[in-house]
């Protein structure tokens, strides 16, 4: 009752604050800047606050909140555009949403698609609104419950979810995932810092990989290529059906799961340290477990989308409560948001354990505002939807160059090596793979993104608890197995039961025909090959050190496992059994009038071009003979294309002061930005 | 390293005799110019803090009023952005580089990867911070001014890793006699305060700023106990109680008066040599090698110009900590103290490390 009493006031100065008209427009500035820089992949919220960053400076603290929240709030809505039109997912956020929003444009639904999960961010940003409006006052005990087995358990929560995915042959979802982790392990290892498949003579992987790149190759390489082949319009037939109307039916006829989604995003969310990497998957399990007929998932099944966007803005909601009540950013965004905090207006402002006690009304304020933000950015998001859906109905061979650009500059921006596009490209070539061959691909993606937080978690909750059973056996029972956890591991066997018996009938991949042995058997024995080899580095790291090799050498043994049996089910089973799925065989891909290499020579020769003149120039000459030979465009038509290209990506990187890949002739001789540059 | 060091220094001296073919400008103006300030680490660390307050600044004090950007190249701990500043020359001044403890204790401790040399660069601006050390409340009790009565106490403390700034403590304690056990692989002091409000950590230590905003609030309600401070420099070199924390004793103190701790020797020069580098000259602003003096007295004028800004006191306390910022000379010799470890030392260091953790640094 006392909460309230210090909560009403705070409450109505915040409403005074933030229904200012020029707070508003400053709002709305953020919210369209926010979703011209959300759209791009791989930039969102970091690149955008950068770009704000000198203008916090002694600026009024209303407007720079809503300047900075307008920004951040929106670039969970506006990065649905690429992972529903285009199959790309912008950030962690949209990974799941891509698995059946994709195919929903591709059958001609982009509109609904993107309405709907317009309308899902927009329900959900406003539940986390509501829900923390209470909850903020009394969530520091609570987020302090969440220990580091709490938050193990959480993750594992997250990867059963493989379970789900796994697809019609169970073991090859779990080596995929497998694979997965073990991608996720390769660079320095948090703990000791022995290195991994990885080797200081080159650095990059040192590092490890980002999950952009990783996002990127799995599901927008292995799309784009497939659809470049077939020369056709995203929308088959290029006919749109399904409108901007229809998604939004389509929200009300699923309000309650958007409910329980939205409340899984704000949960999931305030726990510090595990921030969007769960989320969306977690919502999707949740929605293929409540969903009675499950055969369409995958296919273009609508709570698939409904699920995943009404968490991943409810979460931003709830990654405030550990930024605000802490101090300690729950994502990369919200790390510039506390630094840009402190340089407005006089300072006062310190975002952390005081927030609440001096500063409630500020704390209602960005709860408000974002909740305000959503709002706007949505009606903007559904407003355009109807006719950016429209790009799905343009031949993709003329959209394909334009996307090869995107995700290589995004790629780019998540290391700022020339790597970055090797690396891209090799994990492309892996997508492409997995997909061929029917290996899940969501599987693949979770298990790398859990990768970190698992080995992190699980080494240091041992630790921990090692050292409280040296003090008593009850002592350590106690620590690892709380309530909490004990819940957690409820919902996690229940979820992996549920999990394995639905699997059959998700197929992430469609219908895909099986043919001979010999291509499937040769990409598993690539698989296992790798798996030995990381085995054997993991090996090789010295036992004081055995915090960097426990995990690897567990999960490469068990993902070793899986495919020596599916190495031996391989043996021995018939030609033609779902063991031997490869899209070579029969369907779009096998009927494609491109073949796969040729293809992808179009992108090797882009980042090879890259490599030895520079992105920009590179990209010159990609899209010219890439307009004039394979799409047989004219050459005016060539000519205004290449231009509008070239000046959009000079655009935006001159805007958000980036760089582009230099080349061998950038680092002989100096030239001007934007051909030249670092 | 001779080798390419010649080669570097060859090229410089060409280059820097073309500029001289070339008519000089009368005085350095950057109007309409763009100044890249180039930080080795993620725009979400301390080091973007820091770069991001000082720029709008420098900005202003710079003459012609160039923009100052901020730019990012993260890598493997500052040491992919250090050795990729190394290779820069000086072109027209609208270069700068900053450095913190992370950048500077891979150099110190002779780790492979570097491959930059401070010494070539042109410090123009340094700043620090201090450090706390606190307990819990159950263990703060037997704290008495010395760790006598905590040398039989296990403590756990969330650790970035050894071989960074978290070196500092957990030599402190070791010197201590004190048992702390590290968890590793946590990502930011942030995340070690939440361990110990969580109780799963015993032991902790935070920046200043980091235990201003977050940790203070814990010892107001009794739930933490300050130990000791890392202290400050006095203008001889010697530690000095840190000005921000009047109250708290500095580790020096509290290894006088613990039993078999001193603070003299090879293990406490150690100790302070790699305190030097960390706290009190933790961040460097740098001119790449071969810049002309010129723009260097430029930058230390901008630098001179922006700390004697009548609020500088006020909105740098806030920002950045209340602490000393060097400039010119001032920031050469921060720069001396900061990377002049004697060998020994260094050795201790590697050997405690290799003991201690099993770090090799090859």
């Known amino acids: ?678 | 390293m001779t080798i390419s060091t010649f080669t570097r220094r060859a090229v410089a001296g060409m280059i820097a005799s073309l500029g001289l073919a070339l008519p000089a400008a009368a005085e350095v103006d950057f109007s309409g110019k763009t100044i890249e300030w180039v930080i080795p680490f993620s725009e979400t660390g301390g080091s973007a803090k820091w770069a991001n307050f000082f720029a709008p600044l420098l900005s202003e004090a710079l003459p012609g009023e160039p923009t100052v950007v901020v730019k990012f190249m993260p890598g493997a701990g500052s040491t992919k952005g250090a050795n990729w500043f190394q290779k820069e020359q000086h072109k027209d001044g609208t270069l700068l580089f900053g450095t913190s403890g992370s950048t500077q204790f891979p150099y110190l401790l002779s780790d492979p990867r570097v491959r930059y040399e401070y010494n070539d660069w042109n410090p123009v601006m340094a700043s620090g911070t201090g450090g706390v050390a606190y307990l819990n409340a159950e263990d703060g009790a037997k704290f008495d001014g010395s760790a006598n009565m905590l040398q039989d106490v296990d403590f756990i403390y969330g650790s970035q890793g050894a071989t960074r700034l978290d070196l500092v403590p957990l030599l402190a304690w070791k010197m201590l006699g004190m048992n702390v056990e590290p968890v590793f692989g946590i990502k930011g002091r942030g995340d070690g305060r939440l361990m110990f409000e969580r109780g799963e950590a015993t032991i902790d230590y935070q920046t200043t700023s980091g235990y201003l905003s977050g940790s203070a609030a814990m010892v107001e309600e009794g739930k933490a106990v300050p130990m000791m401070t890392w202290g400050a420099l006095d203008a001889g070199g010697n530690v000095v109680r840190d000005p921000t924390f009047p109250d708290i004793p500095t580790f020096k103190e509290v290894c006088d008066a613990t039993d078999g701790c001193e603070t003299s020797g090879e293990e406490w020069d150690a100790w302070k040599a790699f305190f030097v580098a960390g706290f009190p000259v933790q961040k460097l602003a740098f001119l790449p090698a071969g810049t002309p003096q010129d723009v260097i007295d430029t930058y230390t004028k901008a630098f001179e110009a922006v700390v004697a800004r009548g609020d500088f006191a006020d909105i740098s306390s806030k920002r950045v900590g209340k602490y000393s910022v060097f400039t010119g000379a001032g920031a050469q010799t921060a720069l001396g103290t900061a990377t002049n470890v004697p060998d020994s030392a260094k050795a201790y260091a590697v050997d405690w490390l290799k003991e201690d953790y099993g770090v090799e640094l090859k």
């Open chain 1, 1 to 678: 009752m006392e909460a309230f009493a210090t909560a009403l006031p705070a409450l109505s100065d915040a409403w005074a604050l933030i229904s200012q008209p020029i707070v508003l427009g400053y709002l709305v500035l953020g919210v369209v800047m926010g979703l011209a820089v959300g759209v791009f992949p791989g930039l969102g919220g970091i690149a955008g606050l950068s770009l704000l960053l000198p203008f916090m400076f002694g600026m009024d603290p209303v407007l720079g909140l809503a300047l900075m929240i307008g920004m951040v709030a929106v670039v969970p809505t506006s990065d649905t555009f690429a992972s529903v039109l285009m199959g790309i997912p912008g950030s962690s956020a949209s990974q799941a949403t891509v698995l059946d929003g994709f195919p929903l444009a591709k059958k001609g639904e982009a509109a609904r698609a993107l309405s709907a999960a317009f309308t899902s961010s927009l329900f959900g940003g406003l539940v986390g609104a509501a829900f923390l409006t209470m909850f903020i006052l009394v969530a520091r005990p609570i987020v302090l419950a969440f220990g580091l087995p709490e938050m193990l358990m959480i993750t594992i929560l997250g990867l059963s979810m493989v379970a789900i995915l796994a697809g019609r042959i169970p073991l090859k979802g779990l080596a995929a995932a497998g694979l997965g982790l073990m991608i996720g392990t390769i660079g320095e290892a948090d703990a000791g810092g022995s290195l991994r498949m990885a080797t200081y003579d080159i650095p990059y992987l040192t590092d490890g990989l980002k999950l952009v790149i990783v996002g990127l190759g799995i599901f927008a390489i292995p799309e784009i290529v497939s659809l470049l082949r077939q020369d056709r319009a995203i929308a088959k037939g290029a006919n749109l059906g399904a409108g901007w109307m229809d998604g939004v039916k389509d929200w009300v006829a699923n309000k309650w799961l958007s409910v329980r989604c939205s409340l899984i995003g704000v949960t999931v969310g305030i726990i510090p340290g595990l921030g969007g990497s769960v989320v969306d998957w977690i919502a999707y399990g949740h929605a293929v477990q409540t969903t009675p007929d499950k055969s369409h998932f995958g296919k273009g099944e609508i709570r698939g989308v409904i699920g995943p966007e009404s968490s991943n803005n409810a979460k931003e909601g709830g990654g405030l409560v550990p930024t605000l009540l802490f101090g300690i950013p729950g994502s990369g965004s919200m790390a510039i948001f506390i630094g840009a905090v402190a340089l407005l207006g006089s300072g006062d402002i310190e975002v952390g354990p005081a927030m609440l006690k001096d500063n409630l009304d500020i704390t209602y304020s960005i709860v408000w505002l974002l909740a305000l933000a959503n709002v706007v950015g949505t009606l903007l998001c559904i407003a355009a939807s109807g006719g950016i859906a429209k790009l799905t109905t343009i031949r993709f061979t003329y959209l394909a160059p334009f996307l090869f650009m995107l995700i290589s500059f995004a790629a780019f921006q998540s290391g700022q090596n020339f790597e970055d596009l090797l690396a891209l490209f090799v994990i492309g070539l892996i997508g492409i793979f997995l997909r061929r061959f029917d290996w899940s691909r969501p599987a693949f993606l979770i298990g790398f993104v859990l990768s970190n937080p698992v080995e992190k978690f699980t080494n240091q909750a041992f630790q921990i608890a090692s050292f409280r059973f040296r003090k008593g056996f009850d002592a350590g029972i106690e620590y690892i197995f709380s309530p909490i956890v004990i819940v957690l591991i409820i919902i996690t066997v229940v979820s992996v039961v549920f999990g394995i018996r639905q699997a059959k009938t998700i197929m992430a991949e469609g219908d895909v025909q099986s043919g001979s042995k010999r291509a499937p058997m040769i990409f598993s024995l690539a698989i296992t090959a790798y798996l030995v080899m990381a085995l054997v580095n993991a090996n090789m790291i010295p036992d004081y050190n055995m915090t960097d090799k426990v995990i690897p050498l567990f999960v490469g043994g068990c993902s070793l496992v899986c495919c020596l049996i599916l190495l031996a089910q391989m043996m021995r089973r018939p030609e033609g059994d779902a063991i031997f799925a490869d899209k070579e065989i029969a369907g779009e891909d096998a009927d494609a009038p491109y073949g796969l290499w040729s293809t992808l020579a179009w992108f090797v020769a882009l980042i090879a071009g890259t490599a030895v003149v520079g992105f920009i120039l590179a990209l010159l000459g990609f899209l010219v003979a890439f307009f004039r030979i394979r799409a047989q465009a004219s050459w005016s038509k060539t000519l205004i294309l290449t231009a509008a290209g070239i000046s959009l990506m000079c655009f935006m990187a001159g805007i958000l002061n980036r760089d582009f890949p230099p080349g061998l002739l950038q680092s002989a001789i100096d030239l001007p930005w934007p051909i030249g540059g670092n």
